[in-house]
């Protein structure tokens, strides 16, 4: 996992304990911060413990690790991130994008702007591009400048507001946010600008974390199944393990309306 601190990654991984522990499988997971070496690290010192498999949740969509594991025959899946040609459990994160586009546009914003998360994963580009693809169907224009990449955290997501505030003109009236984490500092940017969540400009999240209805204004968030990507994770190791070719499983989402776009 990237980091367990998140709680996205956590509650995946409580459905990937939950699962293996029900086959007769223990589980570990390790942190590898996102950073390529660490992973390399990180997997060669599970595999030096002899693991039946790996369930891998900080795939890169350019990363050669994954070629040299199909290689060495090393049984593998991935969770929570897709590369193409992997079998992996994730949740449709492009119909989570369109989910929002729809809800969006439905409430007349025409002027929007999406803070995109990183680009070397496929939570974001796939996000981005359900969201970013849909509101060109509807009609809407989406400038470059109003989509901003950033990192799946509040310091990041507060980084990416201030970016939009400044730079995009007419200022959005709406902000997508690809992950609750950064929904919530963007919400803190544009409340340190005067300006009120859900009022001035709507927001929404993805993941629907616990957090996200606790909030002083419960934040829109596209809900996503995290326990049962966790679960499906483990079933497709399991199918793995015993030599049957997977293909890759998107968990249907949800949109949970809340105060701060409704």
């Not at 390790?30 to 498999?53: C, F, W, Y």
């Not at 459990?89 to 998360?117: F, Y």
């Not at 969201?131 to 060109?136: E, I, L, N, P, Y």
Request: net charge negative; hydrophobic share 45%; aromatic share 6%.
């Amino acid at each position: 996992m990237p980091r367990l601190s998140d709680l996205v990654l956590a509650t995946m991984y409580e459905g990937i304990d939950e699962a293996a522990a029900a086959l007769g499988y223990s589980t570990f997971v390790m942190n590898s911060r996102d950073d390529p070496e660490e992973q390399r690290r990180k997997t060669d010192t599970m595999l030096a413990r002899r693991v039946d498999g790996l369930i891998i949740g900080d795939a890169h969509l350019d990363s050669g690790l994954l070629r040299e594991l199909t290689a060495r025959k090393v049984p593998f899946v991935l969770v929570n991130r897709r590369v193409p040609g992997y079998p992996s459990a994730t949740c449709d994160d492009v119909l989570g994008g369109e989910l929002v586009a729809d809800h969006l546009w439905s409430k007349g914003h025409r002027n929007v702007a999406v803070i995109a998360g990183e680009p070397y994963a496929s939570t974001a580009i796939d996000r981005t591009a359900g969201f970013v693809d849909r509101w060109r169907s509807l009609g809407g224009k989406i400038p470059r400048k109003a989509v901003v990449w950033s990192r799946f955290d509040t310091a990041g997501g507060r980084e990416a507001a201030e970016n939009i505030l400044t730079h995009c003109h007419p200022q959005p009236t709406a902000l997508f946010a690809v992950n609750d984490f950064a929904a919530i500092g963007a919400m803190g940017a544009l409340r340190s600008h005067g300006l009120t969540v859900g009022v001035d400009v709507a927001v929404v999240g993805f993941n629907d974390t616990s957090l996200a209805a606790e909030l002083p204004i419960p934040l829109s968030s596209v809900r996503s199944p995290m326990l049962d990507i966790g679960r499906t994770a483990v079933q497709l190791l399991k199918r793995v393990l015993d030599g049957e070719v997977v293909a890759p499983v998107r968990l249907e989402p949800s949109l949970c309306v809340r105060e701060s776009s409704a």
